[in-house]
């Protein structure tokens, strides 16, 4: 069984940074894509970013492209969220999600990962 365990949440200001962490566990975890979705109270859960895991390379949204970051850490099999500039419409419950699955086409859509995390909050003021 695979588990996501994130972590780093919080209440931030305008402008400030913050990071989430999520933790992968599991016999034999074999992550093809990691991702971070985020929903907003009265919204529906949308994409934020995600690294394959092969090559690292890496997507964004165009809403955080140039203040977000999705950094992982192969050993230990952890990917955070680097979140800068952090402005009020980033306030949302963040999920991280895996993928074991090659050739989900788009790894931007939900039904393209098989295990989430529970969520962290993270609250912008203004």
């Known amino acids: 069984q695979v588990q996501l365990v994130e972590s780093g949440g919080g209440l931030v200001q305008t402008g400030d940074s913050l990071s989430v962490s999520c933790a992968a566990s599991?016999?034999?975890?074999?992550?093809?894509?990691m991702g971070w979705f985020r929903q907003a109270p009265g919204k529906e859960r949308e994409f934020v970013a995600r690294?394959?895991?092969?090559?690292?390379?890496?997507y964004y949204a165009d809403s955080v492209k140039g203040r977000f970051t999705i950094p992982r850490d192969n050993a230990k099999n952890t990917v955070s969220l680097q979140m800068n500039i952090l402005k009020p419409e980033d306030t949302a419950v963040y999920y991280c999600?895996?993928?074991?699955?090659?050739?989900?086409?788009?790894?931007?859509?939900?039904?393209?990962?098989?295990?989430w995390g529970q969520g962290t909050q993270v609250t912008v003021s203004s």
């Open positions: 690294i394959r895991w092969s090559d690292g390379t890496t």
């Open positions: 599991g016999r034999a975890f074999r992550a093809v894509v």
């Open positions: 999600a895996a993928s074991i699955t090659y050739g989900m086409g788009n790894y931007d859509r939900i039904s393209a990962y098989d295990y």
